[in-house]
């Protein structure tokens, strides 16, 4: 089932001063259940492909349809609530708030959602022991490695049962050991949860162990690739 | 959470918010202890004010404070007394003979209101018997006394025992005069009513106005000056409308208008100082701000909607304003208890303030509903203050405020 779909999407920055043309008419799908990495060179425009999915800008022509619902339409309010309840989100850095523990990091949000206590108590834990910080829990942030601050920021992304995860970069900072442990673990959800990923990467590892790779080249996608399964693993 | 959130915000960077913590809990102490220093002056000066020239309730008939006419005086002082013995909430009453009148002596001449008292009445009702300085209270067996204050005896250039002249008019218009000697100096805390008042014995002053027994003016103190407009009130229908009941502050609406004015001085005053601190608060909250953009950005990215960022920032500032707030208060309270003990002497300005009414002991003092008032205001201030930065936090876009972080 298709979850995203993007027809002639353009992004203009600055349009009035220094025209940046971001992204210049891009056609994507995305069905459920799909493990997707976007990648290209610096300033292809996967971020901003990112954000105009996740609804963090607004694009200058086109549309981005996500679940059905055209998210251009939406009102900044709306689409700050449709963003809580749809779209989990993992950044490459600062991504958590540094004030929470790992623990209330991820009940934040199922707390912004208005969920029970008791509820999002529970599926915290659950959530952090799945992403393997069973042990570290009450830790800040700053307390965490690069590779576990992520772990706990896939970990949030699913707490509010979103219907994909946008990942901009999310191992850019991370060493190898941390950076296919995270993979690896993503997969593992991907897989026994059917929770659809969408990352960008410049990292070959990282590529490698998508499903599919959409290449954006100045704007425009410039290939599409369904990596078979078996190879895939 | 958001509570948790802003309360472990501020002390990401506790040197930052010590220090506007520590400006706004000195600026508020320094607030609050001058406040309770001019209160403790203006309740110095209400108290000697009531102690040594208003009392708490005065009698007069109707028109004598219009035109002071001697011939003014209460009809039924019999009556009156008799009433005022009776009544139990009243401590003490003095009934005076009250005229204008000419003091010289052979170095000049001043004009003064003559006070003619019983002095042992006038004991319950004034202090002036506390604050001879020289002489004594009508003790000796002079046989015409005159009670004059220090700033009188310099004038005329008199001492102890000099005899001075008072010319006035009689109740028939002739104008008489009679020798006076000198038996008491006193000094107030007021050079106002030092320069003005003399007391001589009552009967004397009778004499001299051929007004055998009348008076023109009934002074009484209760036990508690709070029951001032009771009392007042049911004598008023006791009394009827021959007579005219004036409290303190009528009689001196000055005193009155001070005490009033105190209170919107003081205020005035705090809200200066907390206009000063807002802009020191807001400017912390802006780097604050400043700092976050990015985390701000991630916040909105996730799904915390513009009403609880703002609610973020708004609870920071409060609670940067107010914690500093509470320190600068009970700093204050304990200032203003250490020192209230003692008294603060100011015998440095003693010469200026006398004039002014104020003794040279101050006690400063603050009510609990002016607290009440304080911490209302510092919230507003808060809660003006946090309305910029928090704007600010709103008008960041999380894409662009995530743009730094992910290119
Ligand atoms: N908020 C913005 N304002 C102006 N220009 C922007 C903004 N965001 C991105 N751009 C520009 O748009 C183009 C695409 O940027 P984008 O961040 O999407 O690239 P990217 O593929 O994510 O690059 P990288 O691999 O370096 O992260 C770049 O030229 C960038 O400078
Ligand atoms: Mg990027």
């Known amino acids: ?233 | 959470m958001i509570t948790a959130i802003s309360w472990r915000n501020i002390w990401r960077n506790p040197t930052r918010s010590l220090v506007i913590i520590i400006a706004v809990a000195l600026g508020l102490t320094a607030g609050i202890f001058s406040v309770a220093l001019m209160n403790g002056m203006t309740e110095q000066k209400m108290r000697t004010a009531i102690e040594n020239q208003t009392s708490h309730i005065q009698l007069h008939h109707p028109e004598f404070s219009v035109n002071k006419d001697i011939k003014l005086h209460l009809n039924n002082k019999a009556e009156i007394e008799k009433i005022l013995e009776d009544n139990p909430a009243i401590k003490g009453f003095s009934s005076r003979t009250v005229a204008g009148g000419m003091l010289a002596s052979s170095r000049g001449s001043v004009g003064v209101q003559l006070n003619g008292i019983n002095p042992e009445k006038e004991k319950q009702v004034t202090a002036i018997w506390q604050n001879m300085i020289e002489g004594d209270y009508f003790e000796g067996d002079s046989r015409k006394p005159i009670l004059i204050s220090q700033k009188t005896a310099e004038k005329l250039e008199v001492k102890l025992r000099s005899k001075l002249v008072v010319t006035l008019q009689d109740s028939e218009g002739e104008i008489v005069g009679a020798a006076f000697r000198v038996s008491g100096i006193f000094k107030t805390t007021s050079t106002a009513f030092d320069e003005t008042q003399v007391f001589i014995p009552k009967k004397a002053l009778q004499d001299l106005l051929q007004l055998p027994a009348e008076v023109h003016e009934i002074a009484l103190v209760l036990n508690d000056l709070e029951q001032v407009p009771i009392i007042k009130e049911e004598l008023q229908k006791e009394l009827g409308e021959s007579v005219k009941i004036e409290d303190w502050k009528e009689v001196l609406p000055e005193l009155a208008y001070l005490s009033d004015a105190t209170v919107q001085t003081n205020v005035l005053f705090l809200a200066i100082i907390l206009v000063a601190l807002a802009f020191g608060i807001l400017n912390t909250m802006l780097m604050s701000v400043f700092e976050r953009v990015k985390e701000i950005g991630v916040l909105m990215a996730v799904g915390m909607n513009k009403l609880r960022i703002f609610s973020m920032i708004v609870i920071e500032t409060v609670f940067l304003s107010v914690s500093g707030s509470l320190i600068g208060v009970l700093v204050g309270i304990a200032l203003i208890k250490w020192t209230s003990q003692e008294g603060i002497s100011l015998s440095m300005f003693a010469e200026g303030l006398a004039s002014w009414g104020v003794s040279d002991v101050i006690y400063p003092t603050l009510s609990a509903g002016f607290y009440i008032i304080l911490m209302f205001m510092v919230l507003i201030t808060a809660l003006l203050a946090s309305i910029y930065p928090a704007r600010k936090a709103l008008s960041l876009n999380p894409a662009e405020a995530l743009h730094g972080l992910n290119n």
């Open chain 1, 1 to 233: 089932m298709s979850i995203i779909q993007i027809k002639g999407l353009h992004k203009i920055y600055n349009p009035k001063k220094v025209p940046v043309h971001a992204l210049n008419g891009i056609d994507l799908e995305i069905t459920e259940g799909e493990f997707t990495a976007i990648v290209g060179p610096s300033g292809s425009g996967k971020s901003t492909l990112l954000n105009m999915i996740g609804g963090l800008d607004s694009p200058t022509e086109g549309t981005v349809i996500i679940n059905g619902v055209d998210v251009s339409t939406l009102s900044p309010k709306k689409l700050i609530d449709f963003r809580l309840k749809n779209i989990g989100f993992v950044f490459q850095d600062y991504s958590l708030l540094p004030v929470l523990t790992a623990r209330e990091n991820v009940e934040f949000i199922m707390q912004l959602q208005g969920r029970k206590k008791e509820e999002f108590k529970k599926r915290a834990e659950e959530l952090l022991r799945e992403v393997g910080l069973g042990d570290r829990m009450d830790n800040r942030p700053s307390n965490l490695s690069g590779g576990q601050q992520q772990r706990v920021a896939v970990a949030r992304a699913l707490a509010s049962k979103p219907k994909f995860i946008l990942a901009d970069e999310p191992t850019a900072n991370l060493d190898s050991v941390s950076t296919s442990d995270l993979l690896e673990m993503m997969q593992v959800l991907n897989k026994e949860e059917n929770m659809t990923f969408i990352f960008s990467t410049h990292d070959q590892r990282v590529i490698d162990k998508a499903r599919r790779v959409v290449s954006i080249v100045d704007g425009k996608v410039a290939e599409d690739i369904q990596v078979e399964q078996e190879m895939a693993q």
